[in-house]
Structure formats: structure tokens, C-alpha cells
């Protein structure tokens, strides 16, 4: 099996040679090239084609936007947005996803032990998942180990469930989730039922994803913040490097915001997200996990099935990458398997 070529395209030496040691690390990848700006990177593309382009936000010469316009628009390759952790970069990396952008990762930085370990594993997981996504053209150092949601909170000793008539729904993302949620989310009224969303996605971002979807969406959309309720007409989104539960006090349902180590190699884990609902809401409760690379979610939505979630799995047709879902549907924890365009309807027609 060929190695994936990755081309890396940033205006710092040291985040090229961090970037590029990363990429080497991982024997199912390999260094295409490195290049300073855009003007370089294109002399390169003009002799041999990456698998994927690894793309700063700011660069001197050519932005990052106007580079990705050109690819897009020219000859579609996989890009990955490297951006720091700023606001203007946060938004300038979402418009990035508008324009045809696979994913977002947060440039690694020369740090901690465990800020490198987890920077190689979210790297690489995202690199390889943006190889293997759909695209179209535009027309406008160690493995960190992959633990279970054990280490977040343990299995329910009891499936047993005061079902009242609230209910609420949980959705879990990853590549390609950015347009998905946003397809659902427009589709649902003003009155439906609360949402709790985990959306792989770097901090600082969730927070400019968060505020761009509400002022795109008929329900109120936020960066999820500790203790927040789960409210009828309100989509909460789970912070970028935190993982979210759902709770339960009485017939309110909140949510936790809280550390801890990656799950399914992910913070936040969608697995916790939804093992959480599986103890604390059970048959109240409506999931969903959308496209996405590997297979954070599956466990936790075969959990949430034999507690009486209704689940709901995006098809592969709809997917851009088809790989939560598919490890779901492979667990049987998929109740139905939908298109993205009919997944809002049948979760308001269950509640």
C-alpha cells in the first residue's frame, strides 16, 4: 500500500520541521515537500501532486484563503488549514471549510510531552482523513493509547430510565461535520428539542463555529459552557480540547464540561458524549453520529441503543468521510441509516 504525500505549506521553518517530523512519524504517511509560501508550493505541485496539502492560514505573498480558492477552483487536492489559536484565525479557518477546506488542525507548538504526543496523534488522524474525503470543486513522537470513555466516566450498572416528555437529541461530527451540522441545524425550528453536539474540532474554534452557525440557524446555537441547560430551541456545542457529558437533575437535562485525557484518541469524544446519555437520559433522548474519520461514537452509540436511545447513522452516499458511521452501523448501534437531508425530519417525527 502506498504512502499518503503530503505537501506542508507555512511561513515558519520551525512549524514546517515540527509538521514535517510529525507527518514522518506515522509509517502510513510521508513528506512530499515543505514550502515557505504558496508561490514555491505551486512550483512543486507543477512537477508532482500531493495526496494532501497541509495549508497556514496567514502567509506573507499569497493568504492561505486565496491559495485555496485557486485549488479548489483548478484541480481539487485534500487540504488540511493550519491555523494558531487566535480569533481572526479561527474565522479565517472556517471560511476556509466554506471554501472546500477538509479539516482544521491547531499548528503544534514546542511544548509539553503530552501537548506533542496528542499533536502527532489529532495530525495524522486528520491528515488521513482528509485523504480519503470527498472533495469537490469550488464554484465560487509515541502514540498516545487509545483509551475508551472509561477514563471519563464509567458504564451504567443499570439501563432503567424515568422517561418524561422532554426530550433531547445528541449529535456526534468530525471531518466533514462543519457543513453537515450546519445542513441539520438550519433544518430544524425554532421550538425542537435541546442539542448537545460534539464536533471534532480545535479550541477557540468551536467557539467562532459556534457564533457563525447561530447567526445562520432558526435555533439558538453556543460554545457550551459548564452547568448550561439543555433547552428546547438551543443547539449546544461542546468546547474545542474539553469533554462534554450530559446530566440530569430532576426532569432538567445539563450539560458537564470538563479535562480529561483524549478518548477514541478525540477531546472532546463524542463516545463520552454518548455514553453520558445513555445513563442520564436513555429513551428521552435522540442520537445521531455524522460523518467523520475512525470510530469515536460507536461504542458510545451502541451504549445509548441498549438504553432505549433512538440512533440515527448518516449514510455513506451523504458522508464525506464515511467512517464513524460505518463502525457504528457495523456495532448494530445504528437504528437508521439515513441520508444528511433527512435526518432532521426523522429526529423532530421521533420527538
Not at 479557518?93 to 502527532?120: C, D, N, V, Y
Not at 453556543?222 to 468546547?239: F, H, M, Q, S, Y
Not at 452509540?301 to 440515527?312: D, P
Amino acid at each position: 500500500m502506498s504512502k499518503i504525500k503530503v505537501l506542508i505549506i507555512d511561513d515558519s521553518s520551525i512549524v514546517r520541521q515540527t509538521l514535517a517530523d510529525i507527518i514522518a512519524s506515522d509509517p502510513e504517511l510521508e513528506v512530499m515537500s515543505t514550502a515557505s509560501d504558496p508561490y514555491i508550493a505551486a512550483k512543486k505541485m507543477s512537477v508532482e501532486l500531493p495526496d494532501v496539502i497541509t495549508l497556514d492560514v496567514e502567509m506573507p505573498k499569497m493568504d492561505g484563503l486565496t491559495f485555496l480558492k485557486k485549488i479548489m477552483s483548478q484541480k481539487p487536492i485534500p487540504v488540511v488549514m493550519c491555523s494558531s489559536l487566535t480569533v481572526k484565525g479561527s474565522d479565517t479557518a472556517l471560511r476556509a471549510l466554506e471554501l472546500g477546506a477538509i479539516e482544521i488542525i491547531q499548528k503544534p507548538k514546542l511544548g509539553t510531552k503530552q501537548f506533542l504526543e496528542e499533536s502527532r496523534v489529532t495530525i495524522c488522524d486528520t491528515v488521513k482523513a482528509a485523504a480519503k474525503a470527498r472533495i469537490k470543486k469550488f464554484s465560487e513522537m509515541k502514540i498516545e493509547p487509545k483509551y475508551s470513555a472509561d477514563v471519563v466516566l464509567r458504564k451504567p450498572t443499570s439501563n432503567a430510565m424515568i422517561e418524561t416528555t422532554e426530550k433531547i437529541v445528541v449529535v456526534g461530527a468530525s471531518t466533514g461535520g462543519t457543513d453537515a451540522l450546519k445542513v441539520f441545524l438550519q433544518s430544524l425550528p425554532l421550538d425542537s428539542p435541546g442539542v448537545a453536539i460534539v464536533q471534532h474540532m480545535p479550541e477557540n474554534f468551536t467557539r467562532s463555529f459556534a457564533q457563525r452557525l447561530d447567526s445562520q440557524c432558526k435555533v439558538s446555537v453556543k460554545e457550551a459552557e459548564n452547568g448550561d441547560t439543555i433547552v428546547r430551541g438551543t443547539a449546544l456545542i461542546a468546547p474545542g480540547n474539553k469533554h462534554m457529558l450530559v446530566k440530569r437533575s430532576g426532569a432538567r437535562y445539563f450539560v458537564e464540561v470538563k479535562d480529561g485525557p483524549l478518548v477514541s484518541r478525540h477531546r472532546p469524544s463524542v463516545d463520552v458524549l454518548f455514553r453520558s446519555t445513555a445513563r442520564y437520559a436513555g429513551r428521552n433522548a435522540v442520537g445521531v453520529i455524522m460523518t467523520g474519520m475512525g470510530d469515536d461514537g460507536a461504542k458510545g452509540m451502541k451504549e445509548m441503543k441498549e438504553s432505549g436511545v433512538y440512533t440515527i447513522a448518516q449514510n455513506e452516499e451523504s458522508c464525506v468521510v464515511f467512517g464513524m458511521p460505518r463502525e457504528a452501523i457495523e456495532l448494530d448501534a445504528a437504528m437508521k441509516v439515513l441520508h444528511l437531508n433527512n435526518i432532521a425530519y426523522e429526529v423532530l417525527k421521533h420527538c
